[in-house]
């Protein structure tokens, strides 16, 4: 079965300084992974996805992740932190690649202050 | 393009009451999907279609029902609405196949509150 870890449920940092929103998952395949992002009041956007290519993925607003799989991680950073980049983060983890079998972390709350 | 659009966005039920929840997407996607989201929970998926006509169920799907009689609607019914099943709930659709596989379009949300 797999699952998905999103270690701290809050994460605050400084405009400027760099972002590392944790996650750890649990396949017993190779996985697809994603990060969504959701603004205050609305729908959750695609920021970045794995897919068994290059280990390193760029995605959205300068956002990337890489994939460790002796550490089973994918951890999304962003070197510098924008006021705009305050959201809920969620990772993702489909061990068939579809949708229909995508199982999300609980989700962490980024802060941004000045 | 509208994208996934949910009606209604806020809906207040008493315990017992029945309503159903609109999606409709213009995107041709084949498959679309509800879930709720709680605090501390993430999302999770309460049923889903693979196509106009299937549908199928999700992690929790007790207390929903479910139809897709045209491929860009998705309606998920409470007959019975319980306290339980104040939420938010999410509509997604997604392409399945090719470099877009696993990609989901979210609508706005629709926040329901039963008393």
């Known amino acids: 079965a797999q699952s998905v870890t999103q270690l701290g449920s809050h994460v605050s940092v400084s405009e400027g300084a760099l972002v590392l929103l944790r996650c750890n998952y649990s396949?017993?395949?190779?996985?697809?992974l994603f990060w969504y992002v959701q603004y205050p009041n609305q729908g959750l956007q695609l920021l970045l996805k794995?897919?068994?290519?290059?280990?390193l993925v760029k995605g959205i607003n300068g956002f990337e992740a890489e994939f460790k799989k002796s550490e089973t991680s994918f951890h999304l950073t962003k070197p510098s932190a924008h006021m705009s980049d305050a959201a809920e983060y969620f990772c993702?983890?489909?061990?068939?690649?579809?949708?229909?079998?995508?199982?999300f972390g609980t989700g962490t709350r980024l802060q941004v202050t000045l | 393009n509208a994208g996934v659009t949910q009606t209604p966005k806020f809906r207040v039920l008493k315990t017992g009451q029945s309503m159903t929840l609109l999606c409709a997407q213009d995107?041709?996607?084949?498959?679309m999907y509800w879930y709720r989201q709680d605090p501390g929970m993430g999302l999770r998926l309460i049923h889903y279609?693979?196509?106009?006509?299937?549908?199928a169920k999700g992690e929790v799907p007790d207390g929903y029902n479910v139809s897709r009689l045209k491929k860009q609607n998705f309606l998920l019914g409470l007959e019975s609405a319980a306290p339980s099943q104040t939420s938010v709930y999410f509509c997604?659709?997604?392409?399945?196949?090719?470099?877009?596989?696993?990609?989901?379009?979210f609508g706005e949300g629709s926040r329901l509150t039963v008393l």
């Open positions: 997604a659709s997604s392409y399945e196949g090719g470099l877009r596989t696993g990609e989901l379009f």
């Open positions: 396949s017993s395949v190779p996985p697809y």
């Open positions: 794995y897919t068994s290519a290059a280990t």
């Open positions: 995107m041709n996607h084949e498959y």
């Open positions: 993702a983890v489909s061990e068939g690649g579809t949708a229909s079998k995508l199982t």
């Open positions: 279609s693979v196509g106009e006509g299937t549908t």
